[in-house]
């Protein structure tokens, strides 16, 4: 019988580009002040490249098309400290409130740990979950699709992986570790995700698929139905 439902923070619960691009505000602020510049106008370039696709190199790409030096590792502070600006999604305003009254919750969450605890502090949510794994209190190498954050969470929660059901966005890492361990894995596509559209391996992928976390209660019932039949 599930006892505990194991969330994902990034793009499972709130939508990961608002982080990103209340992060390329604070980023924008900080170079058009300094440089008496036109900050909708950075942040316009921002978000341009953003919605093309690129990722990582956005602030180097930046520098370049508005011709300015600056420590990309500064800009990079920048966007990973600041006070987030972000809101959950509407199916996980429902639904944690509901959850957290009939089983435990736990949430697992990969990022630099100043950053992923800003986003949960403003998002006001630990008040849902009894255990919060930030995978980089164990270190990069411990981060999804490692097994660690997940044996931590559950050895926390006191349950077995059977008694439990993770729910995730991002087939590449999110349920390598958690199917694993033997814990029931379901995948939230909500048809506008940034993940949406991967396809992957057996191993890699969720046992379930979901379009919307309410329908959760189906598949733990689901779950629980098929243990007493057997």
Not at 139 to 159: C, E
């Amino acid at each position: 019988m599930i006892k505990a439902v194991i969330f994902d923070l990034d793009g499972t619960l709130y939508d990961e580009k608002g982080f990103v691009m209340s992060g390329f505000e604070a980023v924008a602020e900080y170079l058009a002040s300094k440089h008496d510049l036109d900050c909708n106008k950075i942040l316009e370039v921002l978000k341009k490249d953003f919605d093309s696709g690129l990722r990582r190199k956005n602030f180097d790409v930046l520098l370049e098309k508005v011709h300015l030096k600056e420590d990309i590792g500064e800009l990079i502070d920048i966007y990973r400290e600041h006070t987030p600006t972000i809101s959950l999604h509407e199916d996980a305003k429902r639904i944690l409130p509901e959850l957290s009254q009939k089983y435990k919750l736990g949430l697992i969450t990969d990022g630099h740990k100043k950053t992923q605890a800003k986003k949960i502090s403003a998002l006001g949510i630990a008040k849902h979950f009894d255990v919060i794994t930030l995978t980089d209190t164990y270190g990069r190498t411990n981060w999804k699709p490692s097994d660690k954050p997940f044996s931590v969470t559950l050895t926390k929660l006191v349950v077995k992986p059977a008694e439990s059901i993770y729910v995730g966005d991002d087939p590449i890492k999110d349920f390598l570790g958690a199917n694993k361990l033997g814990v029931h894995t379901v995948r939230i596509r909500r048809g506008s995700g940034e993940y949406d559209h991967l396809n992957v391996d057996a191993q890699h992928e969720a046992d379930s698929t979901i379009s919307s976390l309410v329908m959760l209660e189906e598949i733990i019932d689901r779950i629980n139905e098929k243990e007493r039949n057997e």
